[in-house]
């Protein structure tokens, strides 16, 4: 019998039912050592031979008929001679052993997959995801993961805000993945057909810089809608809906050296309902301020209020710790805040007097965006709060992690797990960051890549499941 070195097959003669490598180790896998180098006895999924004299009587003893032995091995070293029981042909190299295992099949003994001539089995199809549903009825929810696909050339990083157009299309803003955010081809805008399907990319390179991070439609008074994107890095932008850029303020070399603005990290944006040439920013990561804008010119009109605290007194002015989201309470005409870390909405005049206010702790303790269901076949009274997941451990993972719907009560009546369903494990999405209600009464997410290790960015579409 001649031996070739490393993965070499060599034929036995009588015993050309089987092939031999010589300095490999049947006995472990890549992935998992075996117990052959241990105590010289059976274990599970093992059996030892004993001492022998040579490879050749070593596989005589597996390859004699009716021992229905399919693996073998020799250590040259020790003498050792074992069975493998199990069929899993993976070895690793060893200089000191030779390994062998059955390549064609005889009766009632079947060859070892992956072995010489033995076919490895085709790799199943991926398994269908069983449907996620969630809510209580009648706002009950199922997963789409058919829907919001990204473009093919999209390296997410963040999923981070969604809004719609007057004719149900989505858009969706994301930071691209670091690497691709340097790219000539890096985008962050896409916008879906109304059902959440034919994801398209819009804008360019330089709308994709910094953190890009709120989004809002908006109808102004020349009858045109708009995009207006909030970005982490001190920039406001004002958009066609194709994402063509009209103007773009970065307040860093105007800010950057004045303490009472800076640092300046706008997390949204909105036009208030009685001030239509106004566009309001909140600054949720750097001073918990809200700036004014000029909707036409983009520049800044010297109004600002806010700043850090957590002022609840109706008709006093607001005070925030993160005001990360803010949108219009189509329900009452006024602005709804998602002060993030005081746990609650807060509902506020164009001026910054407070209104009232909503603890939201038990519900979504770090609520990011508040949108209601205006134009919806649900009608007009509810409130839909996206929120990051929280929890009193440390790296996680944040099974809490929701989407929470009020009624104009303040009543909560139904809540979304979306990280209980989906989050690390599955699709890793723990941190619901932004949620809208489409006009069919279906939710659109985005959702923010944690911290904890195995969470992700993305999209997701929630179907309305009617009763």
């Known amino acids: 019998m001649a031996l070739l ?33 241990g105590d010289a006895k059976d ?28 693996i073998w091995l020799y250590s040259t070293s020790s003498k050792h001679c074992w069975w493998r029981l199990d069929g899993v042909w993976d070895p690793v190299g060893a200089a000191t052993i030779t390994s062998g295992c059955r390549s064609t099949s005889s009766v009632g003994v079947p060859c070892v997959q992956g072995c010489g001539a033995c076919p490895v089995a085709p790799t199943p199809p991926p398994t269908a995801m069983p449907p996620v549903e969630s809510g209580t009825a009648p706002f009950r929810y199922r997963y789409e993961p058919s829907k919001l696909l990204l473009p093919p050339t999209v390296q997410l990083l963040h999923g981070h805000g969604v809004t719609k157009d007057s004719k149900g299309n989505i858009y969706a803003t994301y930071v691209p993945s ?29 709308l994709a810089q910094g953190k890009p991070h709120g ?11 708009y995009l207006y994107h909030a970005n982490t890095a001190a920039t406001v932008t004002k958009t066609t809906l194709d994402g063509e850029i009209i103007w773009r303020s970065n307040m860093t070399a105007e800010w950057e050296n004045e303490k009472a603005h800076w640092p300046f990290k706008p997390t949204d944006v909105m036009i208030p309902p009685t001030e239509p040439n106004t566009v309001l920013v909140a600054d949720g990561y750097g001073r918990s301020q809200i700036h004014a804008f000029d909707r036409v010119t983009g520049k800044y009109t010297g109004v600002v209020f806010g ?11 607001a005070k925030f710790e993160i005001n990360h989201g803010m949108s219009l309470d189509h329900r009452n005409g006024k602005i709804v805040v998602s002060d993030r870390s005081n746990h609650r909405l807060v509902w506020i005049e164009d001026d910054g007097m407070i209104i009232k206010v909503q603890n ?19 009608g007009d009274d509810l409130l839909v709060v996206a929120g990051l997941g929280v929890d009193h451990a440390d790296p996680g993972p944040y099974l809490n992690g929701s989407v929470s719907i009020f009624h104009s009560n303040q009543t909560l009546v139904s809540t979304i797990e979306v990280a209980q369903y989906l989050g690390v494990g599955v699709l890793g999405h723990t941190h619901p960051h932004d949620a809208i209600f489409l006009p069919n009464g279906d939710i659109v997410v985005a959702i923010w890549k944690g911290h904890e290790a195995g969470s992700l960015g993305g999209f997701e579409y929630w179907t309305h499941l009617k009763e």
């Open 5 to 37: 070195l490393g993965l070499a097959v060599v034929g036995l003669g009588a015993f050309s039912d089987w092939s031999v490598s010589a300095g490999m180790n049947a006995c472990s896998t890549p992935t998992k050592g075996g117990p052959c180098g």
């Open 43 to 70: 274990h599970p999924g093992f059996h030892y031979v004993g001492v022998l004299n040579s490879t050749d009587a070593c596989s005589a003893t597996c390859e004699a008929t009716g021992t229905n032995c399919t």
């Open 178 to 206: 670091l690497s691709s955010q340097k790219l000539p081809t890096a985008r962050c805008l896409i916008r879906y057909a109304p059902d959440g399907t034919n994801g398209v990319l819009l804008g360019n390179w330089t």
């Open 215 to 225: 989004i809002k439609v908006e109808l102004e008074a020349d009858g045109k809608e």
């Open 307 to 317: 700043g850090r605290g957590n002022e609840s007194t109706p008709g006093k002015p």
């Open 360 to 378: 939201v702790v038990t519900s979504e303790p770090l609520p990011c965006n508040a949108q209601t269901s205006k134009g919806s076949t649900l």
